[in-house]
């Protein structure tokens, strides 16, 4: 079974820090990968997607960068916020169905 | 414009009963895939619905199983529950024209003790 290798397990920031998340995918065959927010007690929420035929897109204090030849893509946020201690998760899809196959999780906490 | 909606919030079971878990999805949409998400896990992948018929299917057993209405609204059904299955169980919904993006439901909590 196909997987999204999430690192790290968990981050502690100071805020206005850049925290990085890195996810490394096996299938290549993707044609969407999504991030999503999780706050305690609640669903995931879509925070930011990209698509193979580009290599960086940001939105807000949130960027992606994508490296296809090292199959890897990471989430940056700029100029952390204690709202921003959350769990983030990657995801990737795959045409025909909708079925994302999320990552591990990494649990963010951004420190005043 | 309301979200993605689910119910019950909690629910505790115990083992060998059977649960029904209710979702209604976002207004507009027409697709509804449901997830199941352990503690400390990411969600995995249970089946999706369209058209009220169940389209993909994960790596779960046929105690799992669903339906889809004409109102797009959908249940998931799990017999014989195990301990191993509690979970935070989540709803999906999106629109099979737009493409890809799928917006969660908060979730109905099971516990089966």
């Known amino acids: 079974q196909q997987q999204v290798k999430q690192s790290p397990q968990s981050l502690i920031v100071q805020k206005g820090g850049i925290p990085i998340i890195n996810c490394a995918y096996e299938n290549t065959a993707f044609d969407y990968f999504p991030w999503y927010q999780q706050f305690p007690g609640k669903g995931p929420a879509l925070l930011i997607a990209?698509?193979?035929?580009?290599s960086e897109k940001k939105e807000g204090r949130f960027t992606i960068s994508f490296n296809k030849s090292a199959k890897q893509f990471s989430l940056h946020i700029m100029d952390s916020q204690p709202g921003d201690s959350a769990t983030y998760f990657c995801?990737?899809?795959?045409?025909?169905?909708?079925?994302?196959?999320f990552g591990t999780g990494t649990q963010l906490k951004v420190e005043l | 414009d309301a979200g993605v909606t689910q119910s019950p919030t909690h629910l505790i079971k115990t083992r060998g009963q059977q649960v029904t878990l209710r979702c209604s999805p976002k207004?507009?949409?027409?697709?509804v895939s449901w997830y199941q998400q352990a503690l400390g896990q990411g969600p995995q992948f249970i089946f999706q619905?369209?058209?009220?018929?169940?389209?993909q299917r994960g790596n779960f057993p046929d105690r799992f199983s669903g339906h889809q209405f004409p109102n797009y609204s959908s249940e998931l059904n799990v017999n014989a529950l195990l301990l191993g299955d509690s979970a935070l169980y989540l709803c999906a919904s999106s629109l099979e024209l737009a493409g890809t993006e799928q917006f969660f439901g908060p979730g109905t909590r099971l516990t089966v003790l």
């Open positions: 990209i698509r193979p035929d580009v």
């Open positions: 995801a990737d899809h795959t045409g025909g169905g909708n079925k994302l196959t």
């Open positions: 207004s507009g949409h027409d697709t």
């Open positions: 619905y369209y058209e009220e018929e169940e389209r």
